[in-house]
């Protein structure tokens, strides 16, 4: 309770402290346009760091990772990137409509040859142009550019369908970072309440010895067990540190100052079936729609070959100013033109069977992104089942084991029971504890492998405290007798 007021006045005392600009407006804000060396990584206590990349001591939960994660990520602001890239790909195609105007002046010194033997002598004159100007429209190529569009924008799609699935993987992994964190902060939790059994027990092991009631080796005994639970609680610090850098890799904010966690892992339930999950996943699984869109592309890239053989009907002016000198005469031209392309049979036939066989492969494709899919929400789907169930017998067992330990620990305080007796039952119950914490963390995880799996969040229940009578901060009740 002491420490949960003195973290409320601390945290109290730094919203009171904490103030904004006044003169925004007045001169530049150098929190929203900063210098470019301002944004650099800088160390502060041994760590590097961004200052301002978000509101200092922070508290955090898990929409908020999520907010941080979308709005930062670089994979999606990549892939975003793409479909604007794919954007500007299709207006390309369709430039083919567009006039095409082009200029060009000049100077040519002509010697003839020919001419040189008719005449016995060489005729060398001088050839202006003051300028060319050619205009020239496409009216029709049969298709050919609206195929090229079709298969643009189907690419375009594409982009979209791989957005919505960076998304869908970025959520997943920043859910089971998160979690991980979670659960690195119990067994944190686990190892800091183990240290203080084990400092219980060496004190009580002293004062039995100070008092003659046990030997000296019940000390020392007592003493490796503490020493052995403070080397697990380092490993366990570090692993928090480690899961913490790893969710600020996920939300692309690496450099993120220190924040605080105030959620624990629990169990949400949520129901749904495999059929309901596959029926889900066959309208919102991006991966699917892709195997759709590159289905439809190799088919009209299939047409597109075909018409290799078709012209181009296009009509072209040009005028002319130039002669002897740069203004001496001028001349022009119109037309229309149909123009056929150089015909390459064997060419042409043989990429028309490319197509073909590609467009056979994309079905093939297709259908093993299906299938891959179809197993990927049965592993998720039956590894959320499984740990479901797994999550009262581990709940038992952490009952058991807490009842077991405190068993022993009566026995050892009124000298029953021997040192080695309560260190059994101490790191059982460290084990059973972590093996719940571990069943809570696997779960949740298999839950956003789910939603992953699927390509929507699911709809959960609300939160169910299965250890609320064997909480952590509540176990030490043995201490008062």
């Known amino acids: 309770m002491y420490k949960k007021l003195t973290a409320l006045i601390l945290l109290f005392g730094c919203l009171q402290t904490y103030t904004f600009a006044s003169d925004i407006g007045n001169k530049i804000n150098t929190k929203e346009y900063p210098d470019s060396n301002a944004v ?21 939960n898990l929409d908020r990772c999520l907010e941080i994660a979308l709005g930062n990520n670089p994979q999606i602001n990549a892939a975003f990137q793409d479909i604007l890239a794919s954007d500007a790909r299709i207006k390309q195609v369709w430039s083919n409509y567009f006039p095409q105007l082009s200029w060009q002046t000049g100077y040519t010194r002509i010697r003839q040859l020919q001419l040189s033997d008719v005449f016995g002598r060489n005729l060398t004159f001088n050839y202006y142009v003051l300028g060319q100007v050619t205009l020239q429209q496409m009216l029709y190529d049969f298709g ?70 046990n030997p000296k080796v019940d000390v020392t005994i007592a003493q490796a067990n503490l020493s052995n639970s403070k080397l697990q609680l380092i490993q366990a610090d ?38 309901e999950s596959v029926d889900i996943a066959r309208d919102a699984r991006p991966e699917l729609k892709q195997a759709e869109l590159k289905v439809e592309s190799a088919k009209q890239t299939l047409k597109l070959v075909k ?51 590609l467009y056979d492969k994309e079905l093939a494709n297709a259908a093993n992104t299906q299938n891959a899919i179809y197993l990927e ?19 038992l067992q952490v009952k058991q084991a807490k009842e077991n330990y405190e068993l022993s620990y009566g026995r050892y305080r009124v000298g029953e029971a021997s040192p080695t007796e309560l260190k059994d039952a101490q790191i059982l119950y460290q084990q059973a504890q972590l093996s719940y914490y571990n069943t809570l963390y696997q779960y949740n995880s298999a839950k956003a492998s789910l939603e992953k799996a699927i390509g929507k969040n699911l709809v959960a229940e609300d939160a169910i405290d299965l250890k609320k009578a064997g909480d952590n901060d509540k176990e030490d009740n043995v201490n008062k007798s």
């Open 40 to 60: 650099l990584p800088k160390e502060k206590d041994g760590n590097l760091v961004i200052q301002g990349s978000v509101e200092k001591n922070m508290e955090l």
């Open 144 to 213: 050919v550019t609206q195929n090229q569009a079709t298969i643009r924008r189907l690419d375009y799609e594409n982009y979209k369908q791989t957005l919505t699935s960076v998304i869908n993987d970025v959520i997943f992994q920043t859910k089971d970072a998160y979690y991980n964190l979670l659960y690195a902060m119990e067994n944190k939790r686990v190892a800091e309440d183990t240290v203080k059994k084990f400092e219980m027990f060496y004190e009580q092991a002293k004062a039995f010895y100070q008092i003659g009631m």
């Open 238 to 275: 570090n692993a928090v540190n480690l899961a913490v850098a790893r969710l600020n890799n996920v939300m692309g904010v690496p450099f993120i100052d220190k924040y605080n966690i105030q959620e624990r892992l629990d169990y949400v339930p949520v129901n749904i079936t495999l059929e």
């Open 307 to 357: 018409k290799s053989y078709f012209p181009t009907l296009s009509i072209e002016g040009q005028y002319q100013r130039g002669g002897k000198s740069w203004n001496s005469n001028y001349g022009y031209n119109i037309g229309g033109y149909l123009n056929f392309p150089t015909v390459n049979g064997m060419l042409i036939r043989n990429e028309i069977k490319e197509a073909r066989y």
């Open 377 to 395: 929400i049965q592993n998720a789907f039956l590894t959320l089942t499984e740990k479901k169930n797994q999550i009262p017998v581990a709940l």
